[in-house]
């Protein structure tokens, strides 16, 4: 017994992904419960056999009126009642109803496709905004909008190609099969059917080839546009560094790999064609050859070898587009493929099935012994319990790595805890809705970022349904509100990506409007300051600090001197609590905090 090769193993493999991605896609087709859906796809396949019939009937009416109009063929004068112009115009007429035909199966189908394209997109940008924080730090956005883009084009080519190539194809060469064999006789069958089987093996053989090359091509594409979008996301940077030709070099390095693996896509594609272009050819001239010596022989008819030449034009023409087909559907798998697997990527942090909306009564926060660690082996926080009351402001402060701003992701659960717990007012945050949880935090990042849309737009995501009045009130009360009237377009100013337009302390209170539109009780303040100048970071903190008023606050700081006023400060070090009570108390007991303090005092007076 023959030991399966790599390759073998890998053809294999190909395979039976194939087959899952197909799987995949047939509910999309055929939905259940929706009977409007499947109405169409029954029409469209109605429409489909109907042009397949009409176009293998087509040639018949030629070869007629052929056989009417030569010498010795006036006693076909009859054919159907029709004469020489009669049957051209009824030639005339099959082409038009089977070209009709295929255009209303298109018609009847284009809503199928489009509503499977919707709703594998939105499934598809739905399940990406699930996955972890772990994901999304390790991903890369260029190469994952690239997935996405050739995933949802290739499930557009498999369902109109596989349905409306394919299966019209396999339909056609069965019918003229049919007809060849009892029209003349089975040698022309058997000269069709190893073409056709020579053509089909070639094309597969030479596409499974291809299809390694091909998916080559697509990975140095995907990293060209990788370096292309990162580049171009860090455009300050590079300017910083003068470091355009180094990105330049790296790009063009990318997209060498990529010419080459093109070149050799292209080389093999020739290849391929003429190879197609050989076997066919010499099925048409053997089957041409036959039918001349059967008209010499006086057993045919001229008409019958226009007959004969009719078919095998017709069966040679969807061939040679069969091995584009194939060849995209092949591609089109694979693409699919890439995307379904992102689909079945696992979200990391998922709702209980018996999970019920968080309701805040006063906004005490409670960690009760929590443990985590991003990664198994190495443990950021050990064993924290912290108690925030109802309207209290609690810092978080310690040196970099000592698990401050982890305490809010997973306040926030884009993680959950390894060990303890987390509560809301005595709810386990594991325990309610993620969408109830999100919406009754608000948080002040760091580095506010912003949509590439209006500050209205930017402004209003806090709440998208607020009025124009309540807007205005939130930007008002972040004292942003003078700045926008004063930009020519006043809120209809577009920030640029990322809000680059904008000052870093224009952006930040842009951001403490959002998280004012917002409301929330609970306010997760994380190093919201600590990238501003002193003199903006003052006049924010002032923002802030009336955000701040009625409501639970954890601020994770490393400017010491915008939380001193804070009910409690707790020092994290190492993933421990070494440390906690007032600014003054802390001073007092002269220990890590006032080590921390007076090293900053001291850096600022230099």
């Known amino acids: 017994m023959r030991q399966l090769t790599k390759t073998d193993a890998n053809l294999n493999n190909a395979k039976i992904q194939g087959w ?33 019939i009409i176009a293998v009937l087509t040639p018949q009416f030629f070869s007629q009126a052929v056989d ?46 489009q509503r499977a394209l919707r709703q594998l997109a939105l499934e598809t940008f739905t399940h990406i905004h699930r996955l972890s924080m772990r994901y999304h730090i390790t991903r890369k956005t260029g190469g994952l909008s ?122 093999t594609l020739a290849f391929l064609n003429f190879g197609q272009a050989l076997i066919i050819t010499c099925g048409l001239v053997g089957v041409m050859v036959m039918a001349a010596i059967g008209v010499e022989n006086g057993a045919l008819t001229v008409g019958d070898f226009v007959l004969v030449n009719a078919y095998m034009i017709q069966i040679t023409m969807p061939l040679n587009f069969l091995g584009t087909v194939y060849r995209e559907i092949r591609q089109a798998l694979i693409d699919m493929g890439d995307m379904f697997d992102l689909l079945e990527q696992p979200a990391e942090v998922n709702d209980k099935p018996d999970a ?69 007012d005595g709810q386990d945050v594991r325990d309610v809705t993620q969408v109830s949880l999100h919406s009754q935090i608000g948080v002040v990042p760091q580095d506010t970022v912003l949509f590439n849309d209006t500050v209205h737009y930017n402004i209003a995501y806090g709440r998208p349904v607020a009025t124009e009045g309540e807007i205005i009130a939130a930007a008002k009360a972040a004292k942003i509100h003078d700045f926008i009237m004063s930009l020519p377009e006043g809120y209809a100013t577009q920030v640029g990506e990322r809000g680059l337009k904008l000052s870093g302390g224009e952006k930040q209170r842009v951001g403490i409007a959002r998280t004012l539109l917002k409301n929330p009780p609970i306010l997760l303040l994380d190093e919201a300051t600590s990238a501003l100048d002193t003199q903006t970071e003052m006049e924010i903190q002032a923002e802030l600090k009336a ?45 890590r905090y006032a080590q921390l303090w007076n090293r900053q005092a001291s850096d600022e007076t230099v």
Do not use: C
């Open 356 to 424: 019920k909306p968080l309701v805040v009564t006063g906004g005490a926060i409670s960690l009760h012994d929590v443990a985590f660690g991003y990664d198994a082996a190495r443990p950021i926080l050990k064993g924290v319990s912290l108690d925030v009351l109802p309207g209290q402001t609690v810092a978080i402060v310690g040196s970099s790595g000592s698990g401050k701003s982890t305490i809010g992701r997973l306040l926030f659960r884009f993680y959950d805890v390894v060990g303890g717990a987390l509560t809301i």
């Open 68 to 113: 009417v109009m030569a010498p010795e063929g006036a006693s076909a004068a009859t054919y159907l009642g029709l004469g020489a112009v009669g049957l051209t115009l009824a030639y005339g007429m099959s082409r038009l109803l089977s070209v009709g035909f295929q255009q209303l199966r298109d018609v009847i189908f284009t809503r199928v496709g």
């Open 146 to 267: 690239r997935i996405i883009e050739r995933g949802v084009k290739g499930v557009e080519f498999l369902l109109r190609f596989l349905l409306f190539s394919v299966g019209p194809l396999i339909l056609q060469l069965l019918m003229i099969a049919g007809v060849l064999f009892f029209t003349f006789d089975v040698w022309y069958l058997v000269v069709v059917a190893v073409t056709i089987g020579l053509y089909v093996w070639f094309t597969f053989a030479v596409t499974e080839w291809r299809v390694k090359i091909r998916k080559e091509m697509n990975d140095q594409d995907t990293d060209a546009n990788q370096k292309a979008i990162d580049s171009l996301l860090n455009f300050e940077t590079v300017k910083y560094f003068g470091a355009e030709k180094w990105e330049a070099d790296r790009y063009d390095g990318a997209m060498r790999q990529y010419a080459e693996a093109a070149v050799k896509t292209n080389y």
């Open 20 to 52: 899952k991605v197909i799987k995949r896609v047939i509910p999309y087709l055929w939905p259940a419960g929706n009977t409007n859906v499947k109405v169409r796809v029954v029409a469209a396949m109605v429409a489909l056999f109907a042009s397949q």
């Open 547 to 591: 955000m701040a008023q009625g409501r639970t606050v954890i601020t994770i700081a490393h400017r010491l001197s915008t939380i001193a006023d804070a009910d409690q400060i707790v020092v994290l070090e190492n993933g421990v609590i070494v440390e906690r009570g007032t600014h003054d108390a802390l001073l007092v007991a002269d220990g």
